[in-house]
């Protein structure tokens, strides 16, 4: 177990040690098996919801018989062996019991999906190796999130949230679209949470941990009135330190930390036998906690890809080895910078992050005909205002986003009767997103002049009090919003329908067709001087046609110029840092320490440009999907299908000129078996699949228009942009399983190869280690896509035991797996994660009461082995994993 400190309070260190010796012989015991277990439904009697699926009663479960899976990956309630698609399904009770409660958590839950442990702002998901990606706010994720039906238009929305009271967990893989809501070109994760219902029920659970964390959960609902209105409730609150101390402001800050509430409420109308209405609201009130920026160092290499030393004459190492900074005793660079177990930061702040919704669904049923409509509104707050460098100077006293997003969606479908040759949906959709991006802003310290100058200018400027004075008003208080202030409003309008044929009892036919009509702008895009700080003397002139007020110099701080304002300008630089009257009358060397000082500080300003609006996206694009399926037997089904979809292009600006990025364009391919084996104790799904995608939407190196012209040297000048890969190719094989043939133990298994590579990639970025070759791009094709490993799988297994009357033991664990993959966008062999494994467990005992109330106590350790391998590294930088985790929870259901 990681120890945070030496402050951590010897209760603290018991929990994991009590964790470590009571589930290693059963961990060791149970290797090797899967977790999980089968799932049935539980079909609500109000019209138009959602099948729930939940996890089946252990205590009924025989073995030699497997539970019937219900899922609605295709809005309609089927067994999970008829539809003709790569779907997996988790339970909420097996979530529930592993405190699982999140994107990432869900993710190892099953196979070939993958969610980037990220702050929320960048949290992206994949599917099939496919998604991980540098993105931007301007992007629409290419892995779609269904939360009751609404649609998430944004990844962030989705992965500040904590899941409770969750019925199932559905994974569906490929373009969706033809059947509902968003367009989206890869799959879709879909959180079904526990309706109203009008049977009582309530549960709660409590948990206290380590890192002082304390989890409390409850949910519960019944009948408002009698077969009419009925009411579900949840809420939600954990608080708890993180692993890793801020060491500069110990022992109050703590990274990755946890710090939230939120809660659902929902109310089910249903007056007639014909109508039912649901009405849900969210919210999780605005809270903080230090995710963002918990990244921790690591020794800068000394050599290039190719073998050439590195200099690092910008690294850490280089600028804490000067005297600005090694006067400083309490700070040590190999020590502190570099520490594994701690941060050292004085300008690091949390950020703060909150979102809230409601959703209104409305079903009417008549002459076998089903219309649903669902309205929906939801919003996010985004603000990291405050990250650091990593040091205790004050270099970066303010750094971060900040921005506000919400999104208005109104969909009406219909839904024929089942049972005829044809059924099939149909529907429009309508969703408008709005961001209010503040752009990032970066405000600079006293400190941050003898941090950002390079070996010559801080020679030049530490020569004398003078130049130290230039060296620290150059960039002190100044204040930069970089990446760009900007607007985004998109709209999305589309028509849809699906339907299956069935040509004979065995043979159906499913097709489906969606025309999308895309219209996204950006506006007001600019990037400008927030804070002018203690030097606007220092400004350039002018840039990108910004007028910035200061004089023209050459390189070796001569005047260059006879522009009696800028002059004047110049004379008071002379007389505030050396006490003389006029800029003529300074020495070569104060001229030099000028020159230097404008420099750095023209680097830190870098590129500002006045308010600009680039070019709308806009397009219509079509979606389709043509699946035969056949069934064998009453056991054994099979299916081919071809899926189409298209993600929108990008309307977008860098540094003041437009930079948009193509569509999107997505096939994908598919062949699979369901089958029911062993006298239905086995069920086995499995796929061969290839998705083929054109235009492919990550980082890249575009032309900068912007450079060229201004160098004029006969050089083309490239940089980092949001564009298109030419051509993605991912293919492989997945199955997904569960066995029930042991008494008392159901087991749920997944797992898949994945090959994931660029067919044709020739404008890539250069990783860090080949930052020394003149050429900014080079041809990644060929290579694999960051993010996707070969090899994926999880297993996990959920056994009950009845020990006494009316009590059990109960145990339940998830491993996931995964095989190496590159971290890193720009596929820096520094980035490579080895492969690694993530087992979490429940072991308790449960309680059944004379009143038919549950009571269970139970010990639950995530990362039971404490595995170290990190989320994330590159050059000079790792993300650090959650070390092992163990808390003591207390549940109960009324």
């Given at each position: 177990?990681?120890?945070?400190?030496?402050?951590?309070?010897?209760?603290?260190?018991?929990?994991?040690?009590?964790?470590?010796?009571?589930?290693?012989?059963?961990?060791?015991?149970?290797?090797?098996?899967?977790?999980?277990?089968?799932?049935?439904?539980?079909?609500?009697?109000?019209?138009?919801?959602?099948?729930?699926?939940?996890?089946?009663?252990?205590?009924?479960?025989?073995?030699?018989?497997?539970?019937?899976?219900?899922?609605?990956?295709?809005?309609?309630?089927?067994?999970?062996?008829?539809?003709?698609?790569?779907?997996?399904?988790?339970?909420?009770?097996?979530?529930?019991?592993?405190?699982?409660?999140?994107?990432?958590?869900?993710?190892?839950?099953?196979?070939?999906?993958?969610?980037?442990?990220?702050?929320?702002?960048?949290?992206?998901?994949?599917?099939?190796?496919?998604?991980?990606?540098?993105?931007?706010?301007?992007?629409?994720?290419?892995?779609?999130?269904?939360?009751?039906?609404?649609?998430?238009?944004?990844?962030?929305?989705?992965?500040?949230?904590?899941?409770?009271?969750?019925?199932?967990?559905?994974?569906?893989?490929?373009?969706?679209?033809t059947l509902m809501g968003k367009n989206a070109t890869l799959g879709v994760i879909n959180v079904i949470t526990k309706r109203p219902s009008f049977t009582p029920d309530a549960s709660y659970s409590l948990g206290y941990g380590d890192n002082e964390t304390f989890i409390g959960r409850a949910s519960g609902g019944g009948p408002l009135i009698d077969d009419v209105l009925a009411w579900r409730g949840a809420?939600?609150?954990?608080?708890?330190?993180?692993?890793?101390?801020?060491?500069?402001?110990?022992?109050?800050?703590?990274?990755?930390?946890?710090?939230?509430?939120?809660?659902?409420?929902?109310?089910?109308?249903?007056?007639?036998?014909?109508?039912?209405?649901?009405?849900?609201?969210?919210?999780?009130?605005?809270?903080?906690?230090?995710?963002?920026?918990?990244?921790?160092?690591?020794?800068?290499?000394?050599?290039?890809?190719?073998?050439?030393?590195?200099?690092?004459?910008?690294?850490?190492?280089?600028?804490?080895?000067?005297?600005?900074?090694?006067?400083?005793?309490?700070?040590?660079?190999?020590?502190?910078?570099?520490?594994?177990?701690?941060?050292?930061?004085?300008?690091?702040?949390?950020?703060?992050?909150?979102?809230?919704?409601?959703?209104?669904?409305?079903?009417?049923?008549?002459?076998?005909?089903?219309?649903?409509?669902?309205?929906?509104?939801?919003?996010?707050?985004?603000?990291?205002?405050?990250?650091?460098?990593?040091?205790?100077?004050?270099?970066?006293?303010?750094?971060?986003?900040?921005?506000?997003?919400?999104?208005?969606?109104?969909?009406?479908?219909?839904?024929?009767?089942?049972?005829?040759?044809?059924?099939?949906?149909?529907?429009?959709?309508?969703?408008?997103?709005?961001?209010?991006?503040?752009?990032?802003?970066?405000?600079?310290?006293?400190?941050?002049?003898?941090?950002?100058?390079?070996?010559?200018?801080?020679?030049?400027?530490?020569?004398?009090?003078?130049?130290?004075?230039?060296?620290?008003?150059?960039?002190?208080?100044?204040?930069?919003?970089?990446?760009?202030?900007?607007?985004?409003?998109?709209?999305?309008?589309?028509?849809?329908?699906?339907?299956?044929?069935?040509?004979?009892?065995?043979?159906?036919?499913?097709?489906?067709?969606?025309?999308?009509?895309?219209?996204?702008?950006?506006?007001?895009?600019?990037?400008?001087?927030?804070?002018?700080?203690?030097?606007?003397?220092?400004?350039?002139?002018?840039?990108?046609?910004?007028?910035?007020?200061?004089?023209?110099?050459?390189?070796?701080?001569?005047?260059?110029?006879?522009?009696?304002?800028?002059?004047?300008?110049?004379?008071?630089?002379?007389?505030?840092?050396?006490?003389?009257?006029?800029?003529?009358?300074?020495?070569?060397?104060?001229?030099?320490?000028?020159?230097?000082?404008?420099?750095?500080?023209?680097?830190?300003?870098?590129?500002?440009?006045?308010?600009?609006?680039?070019?709308?996206?806009?397009?219509?694009?079509?979606?389709?999907?043509?699946?035969?399926?056949?069934?064998?037997?009453?056991?054994?089904?099979?299916?081919?299908?071809?899926?189409?979809?298209?993600?929108?292009?990008?309307?977008?600006?860098?540094?003041?000129?437009?930079?948009?990025?193509?569509?999107?364009?997505?096939?994908?391919?598919?062949?699979?078996?369901?089958?029911?084996?062993?006298?239905?104790?086995?069920?086995?799904?499995?796929?061969?699949?290839?998705?083929?995608?054109?235009?492919?939407?990550?980082?890249?190196?575009?032309?900068?228009?912007?450079?060229?012209?201004?160098?004029?040297?006969?050089?083309?000048?490239?940089?980092?942009?949001?564009?298109?890969?030419?051509?993605?190719?991912?293919?492989?094989?997945?199955?997904?399983?569960?066995?029930?043939?042991?008494?008392?133990?159901?087991?749920?298994?997944?797992?898949?190869?994945?090959?994931?590579?660029?067919?044709?990639?020739?404008?890539?970025?250069q990783p860090e280690e080949r930052g020394n070759l003149a050429l900014p791009y080079r041809d990644a094709s060929g290579l694999t896509l960051p993010g996707a490993s070969k090899y994926t799988f999880n297993v996990g297994a959920d056994y009950r035991y009845p020990i006494f009357d009316r009590s059990e033991f109960r145990f339940s664990f998830n491993t996931a797996y995964m095989s190496k993959y590159k971290?890193?966008?720009?596929?820096?062999?520094?980035?490579?994660?080895?492969?690694?494994?993530?087992?979490?467990?429940?072991?308790?005992?449960?309680?059944?009461?004379?009143?038919?109330?549950?009571?269970?106590?139970?010990?639950?350790?995530?990362?039971?082995?404490?595995?170290?391998?990190?989320?994330?590294?590159?050059?000079?930088?790792?993300?650090?994993?959650?070390?092992?985790?163990?808390?003591?929870?207390?549940?109960?259901?009324?």
């Amino acid at each position: 177990m990681f120890n945070r400190a030496s402050r951590v309070s010897s209760h603290r260190q018991g929990i994991s040690t009590v964790a470590a010796r009571a589930l290693l012989p059963c961990a060791l015991w149970m290797s090797g098996v899967s977790y999980g277990q089968d799932v049935e439904s539980e079909a609500e009697t109000s019209e138009g919801e959602a099948i729930r699926v939940a996890a089946a009663d252990a205590r009924s479960v025989e073995a030699g018989t497997l539970a019937t899976v219900v899922v609605t990956a295709r809005n309609r309630e089927e067994k999970l062996q008829d539809v003709p698609l790569s779907v997996s399904v988790v339970n909420g009770e097996q979530l529930q019991r592993l405190e699982a409660v999140d994107l990432s958590s869900f993710a190892s839950r099953v196979a070939n999906v993958f969610v980037q442990r990220d702050n929320p702002q960048h949290r992206a998901a994949s599917i099939r190796g496919i998604g991980m990606m540098s993105n931007t706010h301007a992007q629409d994720p290419s892995v779609g999130i269904i939360v009751d039906g609404v649609n998430y238009a944004y990844n962030p929305l989705a992965a500040s949230v904590e899941y409770t009271d969750v019925a199932s967990l559905e994974v569906t893989r490929g373009p969706q679209g033809t059947l509902m809501g968003k367009n989206a070109t890869l799959g879709v994760i879909n959180v079904i949470t526990k309706r109203p219902s009008f049977t009582p029920d309530a549960s709660y659970s409590l948990g206290y941990g380590d890192n002082e964390t304390f989890i409390g959960r409850a949910s519960g609902g019944g009948p408002l009135i009698d077969d009419v209105l009925a009411w579900r409730g949840a809420v939600s609150v954990q608080r708890g330190a993180g692993p890793y101390d801020n060491k500069y402001r110990s022992p109050d800050d703590t990274y990755v930390n946890t710090d939230r509430v939120s809660g659902r409420a929902q109310l089910l109308w249903q007056p007639t036998d014909d109508f039912s209405a649901r009405l849900s609201l969210n919210a999780q009130p605005r809270t903080t906690d230090n995710s963002n920026g918990s990244e921790l160092h690591t020794p800068t290499p000394t050599f290039y890809a190719d073998g050439s030393p590195n200099p690092r004459s910008s690294d850490a190492s280089t600028r804490l080895a000067r005297r600005w900074f090694d006067q400083y005793q309490d700070f040590d660079y190999e020590r502190d910078y570099l520490s594994n177990k701690y941060h050292f930061n004085d300008g690091q702040g949390p950020q703060v992050t909150g979102s809230k919704g409601a959703s209104l669904e409305l079903n009417w049923k008549r002459d076998g005909y089903t219309l649903t409509s669902v309205n929906a509104y939801n919003d996010y707050h985004f603000n990291a205002r405050y990250n650091d460098e990593g040091t205790p100077f004050a270099i970066q006293i303010g750094s971060g986003n900040l921005h506000d997003y919400r999104q208005v969606s109104q969909e009406l479908r219909l839904s024929s009767q089942i049972g005829n040759f044809v059924d099939y949906q149909t529907g429009v959709y309508y969703i408008n997103t709005r961001m209010r991006d503040q752009g990032s802003l970066t405000v600079y310290g006293a400190d941050a002049g003898a941090w950002y100058a390079n070996n010559s200018q801080y020679t030049t400027l530490d020569r004398d009090a003078a130049g130290r004075y230039l060296m620290q008003n150059s960039i002190d208080h100044l204040g930069i919003v970089g990446n760009p202030k900007q607007d985004l409003d998109n709209t999305s309008q589309a028509v849809f329908g699906q339907a299956n044929w069935h040509f004979t009892p065995a043979l159906t036919l499913t097709t489906g067709l969606r025309f999308t009509r895309e219209d996204r702008k950006t506006s007001h895009t600019t990037s400008y001087i927030y804070s002018q700080g203690y030097a606007p003397e220092l400004n350039p002139v002018s840039v990108n046609g910004v007028q910035l007020g200061g004089f023209a110099s050459t390189s070796t701080g001569a005047l260059n110029t006879t522009d009696p304002a800028q002059i004047a300008v110049a004379n008071a630089v002379a007389l505030k840092y050396f006490g003389v009257a006029t800029y003529a009358a300074l020495s070569d060397a104060q001229l030099r320490q000028v020159a230097a000082a404008k420099s750095l500080r023209a680097a830190r300003i870098g590129r500002v440009w006045n308010d600009y609006t680039p070019p709308a996206w806009k397009d219509t694009q079509p979606s389709f999907v043509v699946s035969p399926s056949y069934r064998i037997n009453d056991d054994v089904n099979t299916y081919v299908s071809w899926q189409y979809g298209e993600k929108a292009g990008i309307s977008q600006a860098r540094f003041g000129v437009s930079a948009p990025a193509n569509a999107e364009k997505n096939s994908s391919y598919e062949v699979g078996v369901k089958a029911t084996l062993f006298d239905r104790t086995l069920t086995l799904n499995a796929d061969v699949f290839v998705t083929d995608i054109k235009d492919y939407q990550q980082a890249v190196q575009i032309f900068d228009e912007y450079t060229t012209n201004l160098n004029a040297d006969g050089n083309l000048y490239y940089m980092s942009a949001t564009g298109n890969a030419n051509k993605v190719r991912a293919k492989g094989l997945e199955i997904d399983g569960s066995y029930e043939g042991i008494e008392h133990l159901s087991i749920r298994f997944a797992g898949a190869y994945n090959d994931a590579y660029y067919r044709d990639f020739p404008n890539a970025g250069q990783p860090e280690e080949r930052g020394n070759l003149a050429l900014p791009y080079r041809d990644a094709s060929g290579l694999t896509l960051p993010g996707a490993s070969k090899y994926t799988f999880n297993v996990g297994a959920d056994y009950r035991y009845p020990i006494f009357d009316r009590s059990e033991f109960r145990f339940s664990f998830n491993t996931a797996y995964m095989s190496k993959y590159k971290s890193d966008v720009a596929l820096s062999d520094y980035s490579w994660i080895p492969g690694h494994s993530i087992t979490d467990l429940s072991l308790g005992i449960a309680t059944t009461t004379l009143q038919n109330n549950e009571f269970e106590v139970s010990l639950l350790v995530k990362n039971v082995f404490d595995d170290d391998t990190p989320f994330k590294q590159t050059w000079n930088l790792v993300t650090p994993a959650d070390p092992r985790w163990a808390a003591i929870v207390v549940s109960g259901k009324l």
